[in-house]
């Protein structure tokens, strides 16, 4: 009889335990949102929408460049240095369909060696050479160390200066001071989002003093420059032709949208 009761009293607290366990089920999936409403709405890839092409994939119209070292093929801008064409001085292929302000820029890249990288509010120093800028570069390097750096060519003191390291977003003041605002990962571990001697995209979006580099769909780099004296709110768009061993470097589907 004790048994029969203790078998019951057993029963009824398993059917208890497992009501409320329904009904804890029940509670906290009417309390999660649906997919898309409220809270959380969907999240889509984003697109291309508003950007337009500024290469047209055939040729070199609307840039300006050494054709020593630049040419057009198969859809690609493409940049090579050989032992019997040696780069002297870097320099670069530029834009000439204007000056660019805010904005943001989506490219295509592929590495076979050496350095190059992506120019944008650029200044030309044709004092010091022809296709020469000074200017916010998005770093590339083919053993990728400098990959993802939001670097300064010809700029602040001592004249080459990263602006943002890959992995962080930083704040540049008056000074120039270069303040860490947030880490955006390991810079060893961000080597690997770059696909070496593979294609890679570089999205760059620039809006006043806040700049961001986005490499093969992570935030990699950025700045805000409240730099006073150093800041450029405008300017030219070129491709690093860069001095050292031969190379290529290859760009293709290049978008720009006004902001």
């Known amino acids: 009889m004790g048994s029969n009761r203790f078998a019951g009293f057993a029963l009824t607290a398993a059917v208890a335990a497992g009501l409320f366990g329904t009904a804890l089920l ?91 990288g992506i120019q944008f509010r650029s200044i030309e120093l044709p004092d010091v050479g022809k296709w020469v800028l000074k200017g916010y570069q998005a770093d590339m390097e083919f053993r990728n160390g400098f990959t993802g750096n939001l670097h300064e060519e010809r700029g602040r003191k001592p004249g080459h200066v990263v602006l943002a390291r890959r992995g962080l977003l930083t704040r540049i003041t008056d000074g120039p001071q270069y303040k860490e605002l947030a880490s955006l990962g390991d810079a060893t571990l ?12 570089y999205h760059i979006i620039a809006r006043g003093p806040v700049m961001l580099q986005i490499l093969n769909g992570r935030l990699i780099s950025g700045t805000i420059d409240e730099d006073s004296k150093n800041f450029v709110p405008e300017g030219l768009i070129g491709f690093q032709m860069h001095t050292g061993p031969p190379f290529r470097v290859e760009y293709r589907n290049i978008l720009y949208r006004k902001l």
């Open 26 to 116: 029940v509670e906290t999936a009417a309390q999660a949102p649906a997919r898309g409403s409220g809270l959380y709405p969907t999240y889509e890839p984003d697109d291309s929408a508003g950007f337009v092409p500024i290469f047209d994939g055939k040729t070199l119209n609307g840039w300006d460049g050494d054709t020593t070292f630049w040419r057009a093929e198969d859809g690609k801008i493409v940049g090579e240095t050989t032992p019997e064409k040696v780069v002297k001085l870097n320099n670069f292929l530029i834009w000439r369909g204007g000056t660019v302000k805010d904005f943001e820029l989506k490219v295509d890249f592929k590495l076979s060696g050496t350095n190059s």
């Open 190 to 201: 961000l080597r690997g989002v770059m696909n070496v001697d593979g294609w890679n995209q």
